[in-house]
């Protein structure tokens, strides 16, 4: 399969968008103070590291078709409010709040790049793709909202 410049360029720009995620998620699953905000960072990151993988194989040619559902990050986030102390869930709130925006910003530009590619398979692969970057912002948005730290 042959990408025009354009397809290439764009994916080339969200292959960086990935490896950042994954390297913020990566830095952030290790400074979260609440156990299950850890733990969502971490299946986060797993999801990116697969988008990433993604990314690469169409980059390297492959016509991907994803022809499952949204990962297993469908299932309802289930939140336990945080016991860690004041100046912690501040510092979670921060990584939170960042987490999220960055979740936004990936997710438009899948938005964006969609409309750019020819393949219908690969517009649904980077569909696939975008509807799992907002489930990422919906479960961040639920713990958020659970631990008071969404206004």
Same mark, same amino acid.
């Given at each position: 399969?042959?990408? &025009? =410049?354009?397809?290439? +360029?764009?994916? %080339?720009?969200? $292959?960086?968008?990935?490896?950042?995620?994954?390297?913020?998620?990566?830095?952030?699953?290790?400074?979260?103070?609440? *156990?299950?905000?850890? =733990?969502?960072?971490?299946?986060? $990151? +797993? &999801?990116?590291?697969?988008?990433?993988?993604?990314?690469? @194989?169409?980059?390297?040619?492959?016509?991907?078709?994803? &022809?499952?559902? *949204? #990962? =297993?990050?469908?299932?309802?986030?289930?939140?336990? *409010?945080?016991?860690?102390?004041? /100046? =912690?869930?501040?510092?979670?709130? !921060?990584?939170?709040?960042?987490?999220?925006?960055?979740?936004?910003?990936? #997710?438009?530009?899948? /938005? &964006? %790049?969609?409309?750019? !590619? %020819?393949? *219908?398979?690969? @517009?649904?692969?980077?569909?696939?793709?975008?509807?799992?970057?907002?489930?990422?912002?919906?479960?961040?948005?639920?713990?958020?909202?659970?631990?008071?730290?969404?206004?």
């Amino acid at each position: 399969m042959t990408l &025009t =410049a354009k397809e290439t +360029t764009l994916l %080339t720009d969200l $292959k960086s968008q990935e490896q950042l995620c994954i390297e913020k998620y990566t830095k952030y699953e290790n400074e979260a103070c609440d *156990p299950t905000l850890k =733990a969502l960072f971490g299946k986060i $990151k +797993t &999801t990116e590291q697969n988008h990433l993988q993604t990314i690469n @194989r169409i980059l390297g040619g492959e016509e991907v078709k994803t &022809t499952t559902t *949204p #990962s =297993a990050e469908t299932e309802k986030f289930s939140c336990q *409010p945080s016991s860690c102390s004041q /100046d =912690a869930k501040q510092k979670d709130a !921060f990584l939170c709040k960042d987490a999220l925006s960055m979740e936004k910003h990936v #997710s438009s530009v899948y /938005d &964006t %790049t969609i409309f750019e !590619f %020819t393949s *219908p398979t690969l @517009r649904d692969t980077l569909n696939h793709i975008q509807k799992e970057e907002q489930i990422h912002g919906e479960q961040l948005y639920q713990y958020m909202s659970c631990n008071n730290m969404y206004s």
